[in-house]
């Protein structure tokens, strides 16, 4: 068991005896220390000319310089590298070291951390120069406009949760090294929803292949029964996304029939659709409630939907200009809506 190391005080004090003359002995008895103790610390004090403790080298390093630059610069250009594939690199040139040594003293240490790729849509330049024009030509529009507008879009949720995330190395508190997604990548429901600056409206669970005349189904039975429960009155616009059977012409024709008007919208844009956060939410509400089978999946859907608090419905939309100005500054490209 290691002795408890002495103060900076008794050090100085044994060299101080031993100027003034005082042999190993007497020093000892004098301070009731170990006479082994004071020889260590006069014979230190003799070498480097202080009783100080002195930085101490530590264990060697098992990585080169030369590794720890390489292993830097792998992660920082190729962040979805994984810390096995970091391992077999560094026992190429011989280093052999385990995986947390690599993960904490290398690149850690050097600002990269491993994180979970954000997913984001992939987007051509063309639905990038769509996005563009939409948010410039909006942005000026009034905060009345946007309370007026009812927002609807079609999800698929899983039964048991997201499916595998991928980690990658980035520094912290940046949106960096994206996975890019396609529309609906998988899941076990699909539902339809709206949802307002005054609340969430009406969900339905789609059964099968939603074609035109389903969707059309889905209106009829429940949108204007949500426009109506919101309180958005008779003028309120329909927000949709540009999906062929949303688009189609029968579709198109039913809405002229009700009077109702449909906002421009541009395809592969859902920075610009706030119910995309409330689709995240909802997943996660979903998610933490353990559904074991489709039944439970769909009430408790349809259980958290209704329990969205319309302060975060406002907030959603009171907040809708910055996410405009977001996409212009992006260029419209991805932004962190």
């Not at 984001?120 to 007026?148: E, R, V, Y």
């Not at 709206?194 to 099968?208: E, L, N, Q």
């Not at 579709?251 to 995309?276: A, C, G, R, Y």
Request: net charge positive.
């Amino acid at each position: 068991m290691k002795n408890k190391e002495h103060t900076r005080q008794v050090r100085d004090t044994v060299v101080k005896k031993f100027k003034a003359g005082f042999g190993y002995k007497k020093i000892s008895q004098a301070l009731n220390i170990p006479r082994s103790t004071v020889q260590a610390i006069i014979l230190k004090w003799k070498e480097y000319q202080t009783t100080a403790n002195l930085p101490r080298p530590g264990r060697p390093s098992k990585l080169s310089a030369h590794t720890r630059r390489r292993l830097i610069r792998d992660a920082a250009k190729r962040p979805m590298i994984t810390l096995d594939e970091l391992q077999r690199s560094t026992a190429e040139v011989g280093d052999s070291v385990h995986r947390t040594t690599i993960s904490r003293k290398v690149v850690y240490k050097s600002g990269l951390y491993g994180r979970v790729a954000r997913r984001k849509p992939f987007l051509k330049d063309i639905h990038k120069k769509c996005c563009l024009k939409f948010a410039t030509s909006h942005l000026g529009d009034t905060p009345n406009m946007w309370k007026k507008v009812l927002w609807s879009d079609e999800t698929k949720i899983e039964l048991f949760g997201n499916n595998a995330k991928r980690y990658v190395w980035r520094k912290s508190n940046t949106a960096e090294h994206t996975i890019p997604t396609v529309k609906h990548g998988g899941g076990s429901i699909m539902v339809w929803a709206c949802f307002s600056s005054a609340g969430t409206g009406k969900m339905v669970k789609i059964d099968g292949k939603m074609d035109g005349a389903k969707y059309r189904t889905i209106l009829e039975e429940n949108l204007m029964d949500s426009a109506k429960d919101l309180r958005l009155g008779r003028r309120f616009v329909f927000q949709q996304d540009n999906d062929p059977k949303h688009k189609a012409k029968s579709t198109m024709e039913w809405f002229k029939n009700k009077h109702i008007q449909v906002l421009e919208w541009q395809s592969q844009s859902p920075d610009l659709n706030p119910i995309e956060n409330l689709w995240k939410e909802l997943k996660t509400a979903v998610d933490k409630c353990s559904p074991s089978n489709l039944n439970e999946l769909e009430l408790f859907c349809k259980e958290e939907w209704e329990n969205i608090l319309v302060s975060r419905c406002a907030k959603l939309i009171e907040t809708y200009p910055k996410r405009l100005t977001a996409v212009i500054a992006a260029k419209g490209g991805a932004t962190k809506y």
